[in-house]
Protein backbone atom coordinates (compact mmCIF):
# COMPACT_ATOMS: atom_id res chain seq x y z
CA UNK A 1 0.00 0.00 0.00
CA UNK A 2 1.39 3.32 -1.02
CA UNK A 3 1.15 6.38 1.95
CA UNK A 4 1.84 9.67 1.05
CA UNK A 5 3.17 12.82 3.21
CA UNK A 6 4.06 16.01 2.51
CA UNK A 7 7.62 17.29 3.59
CA UNK A 8 9.62 20.61 3.47
CA UNK A 9 13.60 21.23 2.53
CA UNK A 10 15.40 22.81 5.07
CA UNK A 11 19.26 23.11 5.02
CA UNK A 12 19.12 20.22 2.41
CA UNK A 13 17.10 17.84 4.52
CA UNK A 14 13.44 16.37 4.18
CA UNK A 15 11.24 17.29 7.39
CA UNK A 16 8.28 15.66 7.85
CA UNK A 17 5.46 16.42 9.41
CA UNK A 18 4.97 15.91 13.03
CA UNK A 19 3.78 12.66 13.58
CA UNK A 20 4.72 11.06 10.91
CA UNK A 21 7.41 7.74 10.92
CA UNK A 22 8.58 5.98 7.76
CA UNK A 23 9.29 1.90 8.12
CA UNK A 24 12.47 1.51 8.58
CA UNK A 25 13.98 -0.15 5.50
CA UNK A 26 10.94 1.40 3.08
CA UNK A 27 11.95 3.10 -0.56
CA UNK A 28 10.67 6.44 -0.66
CA UNK A 29 10.13 8.26 -3.72
CA UNK A 30 10.66 12.42 -3.98
CA UNK A 31 9.69 14.75 -6.40
CA UNK A 32 9.93 18.48 -6.31
CA UNK A 33 9.04 21.69 -8.07
CA UNK A 34 12.04 22.80 -8.92
CA UNK A 35 12.07 25.62 -11.00
CA UNK A 36 9.69 27.64 -8.88
CA UNK A 37 12.36 27.65 -5.73
CA UNK A 38 15.97 28.30 -7.22
CA UNK A 39 13.98 31.21 -10.03
CA UNK A 40 16.25 33.82 -9.14
CA UNK A 41 14.79 36.88 -8.10
CA UNK A 42 14.51 39.30 -10.90
CA UNK A 43 15.22 42.60 -9.12
CA UNK A 44 18.86 43.63 -8.59
CA UNK A 45 18.28 45.51 -5.26
CA UNK A 46 15.90 44.70 -2.84
CA UNK A 47 12.64 47.24 -2.09
CA UNK A 48 13.68 49.50 0.70
CA UNK A 49 10.47 50.98 3.49
CA UNK A 50 10.84 53.65 1.38
CA UNK A 51 9.53 52.27 -1.77
CA UNK A 52 6.73 49.85 0.24
CA UNK A 53 5.53 52.89 1.62
CA UNK A 54 5.36 54.70 -1.50
CA UNK A 55 3.14 51.97 -3.01
CA UNK A 56 1.03 51.85 0.22
CA UNK A 57 0.39 55.86 -0.16
CA UNK A 58 0.08 55.74 -3.87
CA UNK A 59 -2.80 52.77 -3.45
CA UNK A 60 -4.74 54.78 -0.96
CA UNK A 61 -7.61 57.06 -2.39
CA UNK A 62 -6.94 55.85 -6.16
CA UNK A 63 -9.05 53.68 -8.18
CA UNK A 64 -7.79 52.53 -11.55
CA UNK A 65 -11.14 53.16 -13.58
CA UNK A 66 -13.36 49.87 -14.32
CA UNK B 1 -17.16 57.43 -2.09
CA UNK B 2 -15.64 59.53 0.13
CA UNK B 3 -12.35 61.50 -1.64
CA UNK B 4 -11.25 58.43 -3.91
CA UNK B 5 -10.22 59.83 -7.18
CA UNK B 6 -9.70 58.11 -10.56
CA UNK B 7 -6.30 57.32 -11.39
CA UNK B 8 -5.72 59.50 -14.26
CA UNK B 9 -3.51 57.49 -16.08
CA UNK B 10 -4.01 57.03 -19.58
CA UNK B 11 -1.39 55.35 -20.24
CA UNK B 12 -0.17 52.39 -18.45
CA UNK B 13 3.64 51.22 -19.07
CA UNK B 14 4.64 47.45 -17.14
CA UNK B 15 8.44 46.68 -16.25
CA UNK B 16 9.15 43.46 -16.28
CA UNK B 17 8.79 42.76 -12.64
CA UNK B 18 4.95 43.14 -11.32
CA UNK B 19 4.09 41.08 -14.99
CA UNK B 20 6.39 38.46 -13.48
CA UNK B 21 5.54 38.57 -9.77
CA UNK B 22 2.16 39.24 -9.74
CA UNK B 23 1.95 36.57 -12.33
CA UNK B 24 3.90 33.96 -9.75
CA UNK B 25 1.46 35.03 -6.70
CA UNK B 26 -1.92 34.08 -9.31
CA UNK B 27 -2.76 37.78 -8.72
CA UNK B 28 -2.51 38.98 -12.43
CA UNK B 29 -6.17 38.56 -13.12
CA UNK B 30 -7.15 40.97 -10.49
CA UNK B 31 -3.85 43.53 -9.85
CA UNK B 32 -2.93 44.41 -12.57
CA UNK B 33 -5.03 47.44 -14.13
CA UNK B 34 -8.09 46.56 -16.15
CA UNK B 35 -6.80 48.90 -18.89
CA UNK B 36 -4.43 48.42 -21.72
CA UNK B 37 -0.59 47.49 -20.79
CA UNK B 38 2.11 48.84 -22.93
CA UNK B 39 5.25 46.70 -22.83
CA UNK B 40 8.25 47.35 -24.47
CA UNK B 41 10.11 44.78 -27.29
CA UNK B 42 12.64 44.84 -24.65
CA UNK B 43 10.76 44.25 -21.24
CA UNK B 44 8.47 41.57 -23.54
CA UNK B 45 11.15 39.64 -24.17
CA UNK B 46 12.71 39.42 -20.86
CA UNK B 47 9.00 37.95 -19.43
CA UNK B 48 9.39 35.80 -22.06
CA UNK B 49 12.10 34.10 -20.97
CA UNK B 50 10.66 33.59 -17.79
CA UNK B 51 7.21 32.66 -18.03
CA UNK B 52 5.83 33.06 -21.34
CA UNK B 53 2.57 32.52 -20.40
CA UNK B 54 2.18 35.86 -19.07
CA UNK B 55 2.40 36.99 -22.40
CA UNK B 56 -1.42 35.53 -23.12
CA UNK B 57 -2.99 38.38 -21.39
CA UNK B 58 -5.07 40.09 -23.42
CA UNK B 59 -4.62 43.41 -21.59
CA UNK B 60 -1.10 43.42 -22.95
CA UNK B 61 0.04 45.61 -25.46
CA UNK B 62 3.11 44.63 -27.11
CA UNK B 63 4.77 47.81 -28.12
CA UNK B 64 7.13 46.39 -31.09
CA UNK B 65 9.12 49.44 -32.31
CA UNK B 66 12.04 50.15 -30.67
CA UNK B 67 12.36 53.96 -30.36
CA UNK B 68 15.80 55.69 -29.69
CA UNK B 69 17.06 55.67 -25.55
CA UNK B 70 16.09 58.88 -24.30
CA UNK B 71 19.19 60.66 -22.89
CA UNK B 72 17.30 61.00 -19.74
CA UNK B 73 17.36 57.00 -19.05
CA UNK B 74 21.35 56.55 -20.08
CA UNK B 75 23.52 56.45 -16.80
CA UNK B 76 21.32 55.67 -14.12
CA UNK B 77 22.74 52.33 -13.65
CA UNK B 78 19.20 50.77 -15.55
CA UNK B 79 19.00 47.26 -17.26
CA UNK B 80 18.22 47.42 -20.97
CA UNK B 81 14.43 46.80 -20.59
CA UNK B 82 14.09 49.61 -17.97
CA UNK B 83 15.76 52.21 -20.09
CA UNK B 84 13.47 51.54 -22.93
CA UNK B 85 10.29 51.49 -20.67
CA UNK B 86 11.39 54.38 -19.11
CA UNK B 87 12.17 56.49 -22.43
CA UNK B 88 8.96 54.76 -23.87
CA UNK B 89 6.87 56.00 -20.91
CA UNK B 90 8.58 59.53 -21.19
CA UNK B 91 7.97 60.05 -25.09
CA UNK B 92 4.06 59.30 -24.08
CA UNK B 93 4.12 61.61 -21.34
CA UNK B 94 3.88 64.87 -23.50
CA UNK B 95 0.72 63.73 -24.55
CA UNK B 96 -1.22 62.06 -21.96
CA UNK B 97 -0.61 61.01 -18.19
CA UNK B 98 1.46 57.78 -17.36
CA UNK B 99 1.51 55.24 -14.64
CA UNK B 100 4.68 53.26 -15.05
CA UNK B 101 4.52 49.84 -12.90
CA UNK B 102 7.96 48.60 -11.57
CA UNK B 103 9.41 46.51 -8.98
CA UNK B 104 13.41 47.60 -9.48
CA UNK B 105 13.94 50.01 -6.98
CA UNK B 106 16.88 51.66 -9.16
CA UNK B 107 14.30 52.38 -11.78
CA UNK B 108 11.94 53.18 -9.84
CA UNK B 109 14.37 55.91 -8.14
CA UNK B 110 15.07 56.96 -11.96
CA UNK B 111 10.84 57.17 -12.23
CA UNK B 112 10.88 59.78 -9.38
CA UNK B 113 13.76 61.82 -10.11
CA UNK B 114 11.50 62.45 -13.76
CA UNK B 115 8.59 62.92 -12.45
CA UNK B 116 6.83 59.85 -13.89
CA UNK B 117 3.97 58.58 -11.94
CA UNK B 118 5.51 54.95 -10.41
CA UNK B 119 3.36 51.85 -8.40
CA UNK B 120 4.66 48.14 -7.98
CA UNK B 121 3.06 44.94 -7.40
CA UNK B 122 2.35 46.07 -3.46
CA UNK B 123 0.40 48.68 -4.80
CA UNK B 124 -1.11 46.87 -7.32
CA UNK B 125 -2.81 44.16 -4.95
CA UNK B 126 -3.77 47.20 -2.44
CA UNK B 127 -5.29 48.97 -5.35
CA UNK B 128 -7.29 45.81 -6.51
CA UNK B 129 -8.17 44.66 -2.88
CA UNK B 130 -9.95 48.06 -2.17
CA UNK B 131 -11.78 48.02 -5.34
CA UNK B 132 -13.20 44.58 -4.30
CA UNK B 133 -11.84 43.09 -6.84
CA UNK B 134 -10.83 40.56 -4.77
CA UNK B 135 -11.76 39.08 -1.51
CA UNK B 136 -9.39 40.92 1.26
CA UNK B 137 -8.08 37.19 2.48
CA UNK B 138 -7.11 36.49 -1.16
CA UNK B 139 -5.36 39.99 -1.41
CA UNK B 140 -3.24 39.37 1.61
CA UNK B 141 -2.30 35.94 0.62
CA UNK B 142 -0.50 37.35 -2.69
CA UNK B 143 1.04 40.00 -0.54
CA UNK B 144 2.48 37.90 1.55
CA UNK B 145 2.94 35.15 -1.20
CA UNK B 146 5.67 37.92 -2.68
CA UNK B 147 8.96 37.42 -1.89
CA UNK B 148 8.32 33.86 -1.49
CA UNK B 149 7.11 31.94 -4.71
CA UNK B 150 6.89 35.80 -5.88
CA UNK B 151 10.31 35.91 -5.91
CA UNK B 152 9.75 39.71 -5.26
CA UNK B 153 13.35 41.41 -3.40
CA UNK B 154 11.81 42.40 -0.66
CA UNK B 155 11.82 41.65 3.09
CA UNK B 156 8.07 39.95 5.08
CA UNK B 157 8.69 42.46 7.76
CA UNK B 158 8.00 45.07 5.12
CA UNK B 159 5.36 43.44 3.57
CA UNK B 160 3.60 42.94 6.48
CA UNK B 161 3.26 47.25 6.60
CA UNK B 162 1.34 46.43 3.28
CA UNK B 163 -0.87 43.80 5.26
CA UNK B 164 -1.23 46.24 7.96
CA UNK B 165 -2.26 48.96 5.76
CA UNK B 166 -4.76 46.52 4.00
CA UNK B 167 -6.29 45.82 7.12
CA UNK B 168 -6.59 49.04 8.70
CA UNK B 169 -9.57 50.98 7.16
CA UNK B 170 -7.99 54.12 6.16
CA UNK B 171 -10.57 55.08 3.24
CA UNK B 172 -14.13 55.73 3.62
Known sequence: MKEEVVGVVENGRVTLPPGVRLPEGAEVRITWEESDHERPAVERQPLTEDDVLADIEWATGKRFPQ | ?172
Not at chain 2, 49 to 77: F, I, M, N, W
Not at chain 2, 93 to 105: N, P, Q
Not at chain 2, 108 to 116: D, G, I, K, P, T
Open chain 2, 1 to 172: MGNREAIPAVIVVADTGPLLHLHWVGASPWALPPLPLHVVEAVWREVERHAKQVLQDSRLLRVATEEPLSPLVVGLGLDQGEQAALSYALSKRSREDVLVLCDERSARAACVQLSLLVTGSVGLILEAARAHRVPLAIAISALEGLPGRGHLHVSPSLIQQAVAALSTPSEP
